[in-house]
């Protein structure tokens, strides 16, 4: 009954099967093997496009920062949400890539970026106003940290809106395939299509070790060497870079990905249902992936803490549960029966 | 018969055994799981104290740039040699890292930076001189980037010499173990007994995937802080810390990475050995570890070629060869045979 | 009838006098110069303290800058209000200067910090949560951005409250003086008696070409080497320092600064009562300093713009009349007859 | 007998008439004031030209780091020589301004940089070798530290030798005048009709108090609103720049700036002379401008110094002697006594 985080839990046996499948013999280093290779045309299937540049990366937070140093200069500023991951958990990694850019914060309900709020700040850019910091991107996040997704109309919406007033734009999918399986979009659909510039396209929290892929589209492609000269000098990139390959390679062969997140999708949702069907327990916000966020009457947050269930207490008066690709039934059904019992 | 380089080499089956090993149940993330717990104690043991903290990095550059950014200000320098991996191969990655600190460059045969040249430049620093940049460390690559070794009686002494000029002292050791077992020093010889401060301890080219440990010896354990904080904005600090702890615990037990350390050095020597034995052939830095530096004659390095060996061209009108832990008797053969017939 | 700012006023009479003054002769560079010698003696009697460091500066962002450099590495944050200059009107100085920390923005009525708000970000800090940005200092302003002034004890109180969390706090005096006319109180009281670990102390907007100070008290003159370290880089270690220890003895000399900003601040009042009478005017923020921000109907403020005044449309549906030392009486007396006729 | 250095000196008296001159009724800020406009015209009357951008800093190290940022982007590097006041004596501002960029440092006699030093790192950028770091930018001084002249062809060739490799040309003139005078070239000659992309115009070692121009010629003319932006936040935009306005405007008016140079440039001729016709002493570099770079025996030295002369002792056994616009043919006189005596 661990429901900790995603990052907590292991990776799907087809991961490690993949390492050592491609642990022979040598290959080319920095991403001059057969592998990376590969994984190139299955990211072309995935996102029915070859108009696409890639690079593989173990990390998360440096996967959101270098496609926003390519997005924004030191000079410019990034709009995104007050509750962005970018602002609250990484440390200022945004402003340390992009040489302290700013980050300028937008509010909406549940994580998600209120339209008026990113009107007005679009229209407040004063581009030739030399004191003030215009901004030059705008970062989504889909999941957002609310665990809520933006359907992928709202994200099309707001990315023409962006462009039209000479912004880029971000997605930061370090949970996309759990949007993509609430929403029923493509991975096409919500990216490139929706007007995404640049994607994170997390497939760490889904089931690798650590294997982020930055996806520059169309024109952003035009800043794929400035992104491997930057990947470079903040280590990012690995000369044994085969197995970031693999990783990526067991996930987005025969869509393993997206079965992994609907897999965790659906053991969260069995879990809000079941909590939220007791007495005085409400869901804080929708569920729209493998996060619920809920306030609990202290008596069973006790309880369950008690049975052993695993869970953070959460800014906003309520607890987080995240279920991963390993999260089981039997799991979900040992916190129904403490919370039953 | 595959000589470019040792990063082009499958990781040691240990390795990925290790992975599929620590891959089930939950575990803490960023570092807080029961692997690092492991690695901690074995590095208590490798280096023969406990007076030190240490943080996984799968990138080597990334280690470096860490480890150096904690030793020098954004308003300071670093002595290092003129081709040292840090100034060359590393795309200013520590210039990027300490937030526009300058590297300072000495020169000396084969890497090793010349003892004169050192004194003068810790002679000449006026820390109250505003204008120019003061050096704050002394960075070492052992083994160098010509593929030889200091003693450590040499570090020692640097170490000294820095020490008594107010400066902290870096190892580079991307190719430590290669190091240790040409000079037959221990571990704990080599750094923190010799002075070293901090030790970027490599073990991705001595046969990890990717995993770097940085090691924080006595008083610069006080770093320890800032380290973690700039692993964290640096997207250094992997959510599932125990993959890169589990390649750590493969290599530190039983000594694994000494004993392929040792075998790599051993196939460059007899590389070595072979190809010098032929005529207009002359090795151009000594053998210290696994990589060898010589001079061809142009038909000789086109049969080679041809016959399929792989081997790059190199800065000073030689060649590199670099042997694996995975070089086996039959590849060294093989080249022998080529040149021979 | 300029009232746009009190950057385009001239400088005092008496600060182009003293250059002429001391501008024969060879002087030693970079602040060794006896000019320079003697703004420190005045600093003191102005400061009534010899516990202080202090560093000549042109420009105000950079003072603030260099400030909160010395007070925030990179890794950290800054508490300051939502509109305070330094986010607002500093395109990205703080983070430039820092290399990559961040502002972490408080609310509060009339650009003053809350006192709820404040409390509640302190209690917010987790030094050892790694993946969170922690505040490292305060940075307060007086006169605010909306003219109005803290008290001075509720910058000592507020200064408490950062100190018992770990922090250190900066102010932004670009209008000390205007804000120590307003509230009576010496520039000790409100400086380090008030806790303020270092403040920028304008003087180019009281009259001055354009000349800051910024001054270290008590702990923070630990950090004054690296002022000057920084300073140099940042190219604010002028080699003909007399020119601007000039300036700031001019102001300095019989509080010449003190007079000027009563001045300014008396004339901003006479202009605040002369447009309140009017119907339908109100002033947005009180007036304790040299600006009025104040709401006027549209046919008024034309008539006044018809008629030669200058003065800017501001954020807050509200218009910003700016006074200056040398704004006169028949200035204010012009505009009245204009409102009046 | 002072010729420690044309920083010592003050301004010419043309100077502080000028700023008392415009030291009346309001302007506009930030280089929106008449002054700065006069300023432009009479640059384009100087440099006989009208393509072109600038902006005026009271800084040389900042004018020198704001023009390299243009040029060369973070994970670039800036070809220099070794001996540049970039180098080695702005505290790290090019790193800094640029985000971590790189100086590689090149050899020459008398800190000109050699010919073939140039070609060899020219012919060996590698663009597209991710792990190195590509020059973008070559950064040439005229004066030199050494008080050596590169004549007008050398530049241009040096130019078009960058330019064949796809780099842009700075010029750093802190001396620009006194290398006019020296090699009667005219300043359109010694900067765009070079080749030079960026000029660093240096006025304040020529008479001001502190007043360099940023020149962008030509194409590099697209870079101008970023070169605000970093002068916005680097804090090198003033407020009133109308006074930096008026010491240009002082020191271009009439080609004063012309005149001081030549004088102080006849003076060091004169002290060169004086002093090598005596025995056993020998200019270390030809006197090409102010600066006077000579072996003394160690009794000439402290006779001089015990009769009153300042001048620095300086690196390669040798003494500098600088002689400023204010250096008058007695004080020349009277050190030819003293050597004579």
Known sequence: MDFSSDTSAPAHPAVIDALARVNSGMEGSYG?????ARVRKLL???FETDDFDMWMCASGTASNALALALLCPPTGAILCHAEAHIERDERGAPEFFTGGGKLALLKGDAARIDEQALRKALASIQRDFVHET??????????TECGTAYPTEQIKHYAALAHESGLTVHLDG?????????????PAQMSWQAGVDILTFGLTKTGAIGCEIILLFGKSRAKFAELQARAKRSGHMPPKMRYL????????TGELWLTLAKTANAQATRLA???????????RYPVDGNEVFIALPDALAEKLQKAGAKFYSWPGDCYRFVCAWSTTEAEIDALVDVVAG
Not at 32 to 36: A, H, P, Q
Not at 245 to 252: R, S
Request: no cysteine; net charge negative.
């Open 273 to 283: 249902n079941a909590l939220s069907a007791q007495p005085d327990v409400s869901l």
């Open 174 to 186: 370090a949970r996309f395939g759990n949007a993509l399986a609430s929403t029923g979009a493509s």
């Open 44 to 46: 072309a299937q995935t």
């Open 245 to 252: 390959a693999a990783q990526a390679e067991a996930m987005l």
């Open 134 to 143: 215009p901004a030059h991107a705008l970062s989504l996040t889909n999941l």
């Open 32 to 36: 001059n093997d057969s592998v990376t």
